[in-house]
């Protein structure tokens, strides 16, 4: 069969104030679907219209897409849809209004919160990790919703429960973001403003697991403000992680689409850039330190688009999972396993930090955007959570006194003894561009004046390649 073009991703576009085909303009702005209009390209014969549709809303649960269907609200080239499993061909026009989030109630809770930056206009904060940021089915209670009103002398509200694994990331545009805001259930923003009611707003999200630095807009223009500087990519985020094994190449810059797993909804994947397959999204790493003696790796990663569980996603993708993720590592015993392996030498310190590490190692250390009252730069970095301190330390000084190291040197073949390295050095330009790689060690710290003859080995504190210890 002959594989048909078409657009290779759906077009979203905002519900409209009166929809005739959503069948929904009674709810509020918050809680109304969102309309999606797509023509089934690179199919190759026939698809079910509900796999379809997930590939193509990566966002969208199978069971959330069926239920729409059902209810009437997908259409195939203009003729209501009832059944999942009808089927689609290259070139149909599919539009869709997927059902709205059911309504919960939050309920203001005095939840410590480590407050960054606040003014009359926007909140930052610390997220700690285990917080969840959304209301959702299995999270009533304890999210950042629920520290946000209770912080800002707010009453309960009705919100739009997220997902219910507590994940939900994916930022780009504000993502879902008038399904998030918290807003006042008594009243519209306009009577709400006039008694001086601060509506925090969630702009951006970080998983459940992760740590860090979230902007939170207490108006409707401040929200609306910041989700378009989300939109443009105006926003600075640099994350540091803890990666198992050590990165090769050291530095580079990750282009894939990511989309939901088929195997595991509550898990995302690779698949090829610009393939069609769910959204583009594109990473840039770099190492900052080695730690556990090439086990691990301190990462920084800097992000181009913010798509649910990306930096997790191309950690897996490059062959490095976060340690500590369960979802996308090989499970917490065996990635400390992979960390530790036969490094008997490794402190115990160092191997409690590793083998205790309970989350996903993700901390959003920077952020920074301009703001929207202002028009200041506002810039934010973040200290370490005491988890991600004590294992980066711990590790650190686990290397610092393993005693004495042998190197072989890939050109002249001298075996030199040294200290073992400190792994504290910083990867330049340079170093990851130099040509001659050619000293087998531990990677991390830079040869120098060590003893050997050979002439290369001063060149550029030459960056020493990993795996081959004497």
């Not at 539009?95 to 410590?112: F, G, N, Q, R």
């Not at 089915?137 to 429960?161: D, E, I, M, Q």
């Not at 042998?406 to 001298?414: E, Y």
Request: positive net charge; hydrophobic residues 40%.
């Amino acid at each position: 069969m002959q594989q048909l073009a078409g657009p290779t991703a759906p077009v979203l576009v905002p519900a409209p104030d009166t929809c005739t085909r959503c069948r929904l303009a009674c709810l509020p702005l918050s809680h109304r679907p969102r309309c999606v209009a797509a023509a089934a390209g690179s199919v190759q014969g026939k698809v079910r219209l509900d796999a379809y549709l997930a590939s193509r809303l990566p966002g969208a649960s199978r069971a959330k897409i069926s239920a729409s269907i059902r209810a009437g609200l997908v259409l195939v080239n203009a003729a209501a849809a009832t059944k999942p499993a009808q089927a689609v061909r290259g070139g149909d026009r599919v539009d869709v209004s997927l059902l709205p989030p059911e309504p919960c109630t939050a309920i203001p809770e005095a939840i410590p919160l480590h407050v960054v930056y606040e003014d009359e206009h926007l909140i930052v904060v610390n997220k700690a990790a285990g917080m969840v940021v959304h209301l959702s089915p299995g999270h009533s209670t304890g999210t950042l919703v629920n520290a946000l009103l209770a912080h800002c002398g707010l009453p309960p509200c009705t919100v739009a429960c997220g997902n219910d694994d507590g994940d939900d990331d994916d930022d780009d545009g504000g993502g879902r973001s008038s399904n998030t805001e918290v807003a006042a259930s008594h009243g519209s923003s306009s009577s709400s403003s006039s008694r001086g009611i601060i509506r925090p707003g969630i702009v951006h999200r970080l998983d459940r697991g992760t740590s860090g630095l979230m902007v939170v807009a207490k108006t409707d223009f401040c929200h609306a403000a910041l989700c378009s500087q989300f939109k443009e990519r105006s926003v600075s985020r640099i994350y540091n992680a803890i990666v198992t094994g050590l990165p090769s190449p050291a530095a580079a810059r990750v282009a894939t689409n990511v989309s939901r797993d088929p195997g595991n909804r509550l898990r995302m994947m690779a698949v090829p850039y610009g393939s069609g397959r769910g959204r583009t999204a594109v990473s840039n790493y770099q190492t900052l330190q080695v730690l556990a003696s090439s086990g691990a790796a301190l990462v920084q990663w800097k992000l181009e688009t913010g798509r649910t569980h990306q930096i997790r996603v191309h950690a897996r993708h490059i062959g490095h999972p976060l340690l500590g993720d369960d979802l996308y590592g090989p499970g917490h015993a065996a990635a400390a396993r992979t960390v530790v392996g036969k490094r008997s030498s490794l402190l115990p310190t160092a191997r409690a930090a590793v083998e205790g590490f309970a989350r996903p190692a993700l901390h959003a250390k920077t952020l920074g955007f301009t703001h929207p009252v202002t028009q200041q730069r506002l810039a934010f970095d973040s200290e370490w959570p005491q988890d991600f301190h004590s294992c980066t330390s711990s590790c650190r000084t686990g290397n610092e006194l393993l005693g004495m190291e042998r190197l072989r040197c890939g050109m002249c073949r001298d075996v030199i003894r040294r200290p073992l390295c400190r792994a504290q050095s910083s990867l330049s330009a340079d170093m990851l561009d130099c040509p001659l790689r050619f000293v087998a060690g531990c990677m991390g710290s830079l040869l120098v004046g060590n003893g050997c003859t050979c002439l290369h080995a001063t060149y550029l504190n030459a960056l020493i390649a990993p795996g081959a210890c004497a």
